[in-house]
């Protein structure tokens, strides 16, 4: 399973280097025919007050990297299927690449 994420993170970065950050509708999550979105319970934006709130051992890491916001939002098909999607920013395209590499 492990080599199979390593290429969608990728993916999914260097996707977010040639789109614009936000939907036609000025949100950070696009509208997704089929699906509902809606935000999760508890905090859907996290920052570097409160980023050990969801990732409390690995923060500090998340910080030294130049982590700047975490946003979260959930989507739900018709069949009950939910995807949770985290979007995480920090300060340069460096520090993103140092994260995940």
């Not at 949100?27 to 997704?32: A, D, E, R």
């Not at 409390?56 to 998340?62: I, P, Q, T, V």
């Not at 939910?82 to 995480?88: A, P």
Request: aromatic share 14%; glycine share 8%.
């Amino acid at each position: 399973m492990r080599p199979f994420i390593f290429p969608v993170v990728l993916l999914l970065i260097s996707g977010a280097t040639r789109y614009s950050a936000e939907a036609e509708d000025g949100s950070l999550f696009p509208i997704v025919a089929g699906w509902k979105i809606a935000p999760p319970p508890g905090d859907s934006v996290y920052t570097p007050d409160n980023l050990w709130d969801i990732i409390d051992g690995a923060a500090e890491l998340f910080l030294s990297y130049g982590f700047a916001d975490l946003h979260i939002m959930e989507y739900t098909d018709t069949a009950g299927t939910d995807v949770r999607v985290e979007l995480y920013r920090h300060s340069s395209r460096a520090n993103a690449f140092g994260i995940y590499s």
